[in-house]
T-cell receptor, first 109, second 115 residues
Framework: RKEVEQDPGPFNVPEGATVAFNCTYSNSASQSFFWYRQDCRKEPKLLMSVYSSGNEDGRFTAQLNRASQYISLLIRDSKLSDSATYLCVVSPGTYKYIFGTGTRLKVLA | DVKVTQSSRYLVKRTGEKVFLECVQD?????MFWYRQDPGLGLRLIYF???????EKGDIPEGYSVSREKKERFSLILESASTNQTSMYLCASASPSKTSTDTQYFGPGTRLTVL
């Protein structure tokens, strides 16, 4: 079993739709969680950190469920510019970051 | 603004050549990392460094070495390039907080092709 698993997609959604991605992790001692966004042939960029109580940044909401060992990302009112690959990152401790293989999102006009 | 730069965006080398990839960050971060990214495999850690002259092997260090002579610069060396090292190489830096892992910032990547 992979340490961090994501549905590779692609998720094809119309503009304005709400879409959600899940990411499961196997190490129950994991401490830090992140969502990164990666555009085609570009570097990953931090979208948001994920906090225990859940957090929101504009149209993006991240949740953490420690009991079931997954994190989620919800995107409301999807824009064409949201089309990208979303990487889930889990850290069990300092220096160690484990990346999922990413979920591809395509927002269609 | 946070900045991580890498010496080349695209590089083509021949099998057996020695290859140097350089990464520079201007954020005074202690931690620096080298990853490679391949389709279907995600980002895999090659080496990381938590201080000048300090280095630790990641998950796939074979065929690679690193150098960190200055805090802002972290170099990845392919001693004798092979075709299976054709990949996208990403450098990242992070500043460790006392209680948790801090955000990583990535350079633009170097797409290396070994012929």
């Amino acid at each position: 079993r992979k340490e961090v698993e994501q549905d590779p997609g692609p998720f094809n959604v119309p503009e304005g739709a709400t879409v959600a991605f899940n990411c499961t992790y196997s190490n129950s001692a994991s401490q830090s969680f992140f969502w990164y966004r990666q555009d085609c042939r570009k570097e990953p960029k931090l979208l948001m950190s994920v906090y225990s109580s859940g957090n929101e940044d504009g149209r993006f909401t991240a949740q953490l469920n420690r009991a079931s060992q997954y994190i989620s990302l919800l995107i409301r009112d999807s824009k064409l510019s949201d089309s990208a690959t979303y990487l889930c990152v889990v850290s069990p401790g300092t220096y160690k970051y484990i990346f999922g293989t990413g979920t591809r999102l395509k927002v269609l006009a | 603004d946070v900045k991580v730069t890498q010496s080349s965006r695209y590089l083509v080398k021949r099998t057996g050549e020695k290859v140097f990839l350089e990464c520079v960050q201007d954020m005074d971060h202690e931690n620096m990392f080298w990853y490679r990214q391949d389709p279907g495999l995600g980002l895999r850690l090659i080496y990381f460094s938590y201080d000048v002259k300090m280095k630790e092997k990641g998950d796939i260090p074979e065929g690679y070495s690193v150098s960190r002579e200055k805090k802002e610069r972290f170099s990845l060396i392919l001693e004798s390039a092979s075709t299976n090292q054709t990949s996208m190489y990403l450098c990242a830096s992070a500043s460790p907080s006392k209680t948790s892992t801090d955000t990583q910032y990535f350079g633009p990547g170097t797409r290396l092709t070994v012929l």
